[in-house]
């Protein structure tokens, strides 16, 4: 078959403008020494009362990545938030309404720092690891930008944005066995953040906490940025 | 702005419906040591005589991976080989003829075995080095390629796509130093790959070359996958 190539000839065919393009959010939220995810029930008859992402069809004057803020933003009031695209969701019958491809993007957020605007659908933040069944191939793309969010902390300290500004060290181990689903050893574990320097001791201690209060910390973003520089390479 | 969700209500603006989405490929190969991508002339007037990357339309009836396996196949008569989707454009104006979205995957090829089919259009193996300007927003495709690329061969040893199967230490570091843009130190570099014990000696050496022939070696493709599965983790 001989195609017609999109880069080099003027698209006579008005049926290649036929499929809608969107956005769907995976947004990661760490509560209750838990990793979360931002889900909404679906009314579409073909998934009736199961949970989906958030997403929405990118409009026509908006770039993929302002489509996903704007859903963001609409549904938690968050804008400046970390956000990430995983990836391009497009398998040929993924949605019962026509043929749509879908652009993943995940974020992370501080859970206490959302306000969750409903309308008029459910909206619930889930534990990951109770999720089962999801509308579309939601469960695909919630795995998809799992495994890269899983990926990225090993690489690169983007899970402070899932904690509070202070946090004690308990809450760290607790976060990174959440989002890599592993038990860490505790000496390890502090001694590797130690080593990397890039938590500064607040000389606080945890308030009105049914255990012995910790020590609390907070991460050093200015050191972080300064290493990163220097260590681009092989 | 209260939105119509695609995951909770079906749909009924037709002009949802109205993107065109494309996939793109940065096909990669190596030659006279240097990384090369594969491309083709534009003859749209916008873009008159520049390089484009080798893209077409999404299919009604196929999925995103199979566009990108079409193309592939279509213009280098390969089918089996390394292909990773990287990321999705979307800019509202990148493409002149409409609103088109593209998925840009990367492969890696050895350039030996393919066979180039022209059709219209001059098809060229370019020595990414001296790209300047190209077609659309596909320098920043290729660039964000290119990125993933660098990240993936510290990471994990997909170049030895790139190479003949047999292959001598220097070309071995010559591809390393393409890819990366870099010059990495002899010594190390083979300590290096010695230590990860992937490398088979064949007890050959290369044949009629301007220099002392070099031994020659495979990449233990079966130990690597073993390695794999043992490491996952943090």
Same mark, same amino acid.
């Given at each position: ?59 026509? #004057? ?84 799992? #495994? ?55 000389? #606080?201690? #945890? ?28």
């Amino acid at each position: 078959m001989h195609t017609k190539n999109i880069n080099t000839h003027r698209i006579e065919i008005s049926d290649s403008f036929s499929a809608a393009v969107s956005v769907d959010c995976v947004i990661f939220g760490f509560d209750e020494n838990e990793l979360k995810v931002l889900l909404i029930e679906s009314d579409l008859n073909e998934f009736k009362g199961k949970w989906s992402l958030l997403g929405d069809i990118m409009h026509p #004057e908006e770039d993929l990545e302002s489509a996903a803020y704007r859903v963001l933003r609409e549904r938690t009031g968050l804008e400046d938030v970390y956000m990430e695209q995983v990836q391009a969701f497009g398998a040929v019958n993924r949605h019962p309404v026509g043929r749509v491809v879908t652009i993943a993007y995940y974020s992370l957020v501080n859970i206490s720092h959302v306000e969750l605007k409903t309308h008029n659908n459910e909206l619930h933040w889930h534990a990951i690891k109770d999720l089962q069944d999801m509308a579309f191939d939601h469960r695909d793309i919630l795995q998809t930008c799992l #495994e890269r969010l899983q990926h990225k902390v090993i690489q690169q300290p983007v899970g402070f944005n899932l904690l509070p500004r202070k946090f004690s060290l308990r809450e760290l181990q607790n976060l990174y066995e959440a989002i890599l689903d592993v038990k860490l050893d505790r000496r390890n574990f502090r001694k590797k953040f130690f080593a990397m320097d890039y938590l500064i001791d607040l000389n #606080e201690e #945890e308030q009105e906490v049914p255990h012995r209060p910790a020590r609390l910390y907070k991460f050093n973003h200015e050191k972080y940025n300064q290493q990163r520089k220097k260590n681009l390479g092989f």
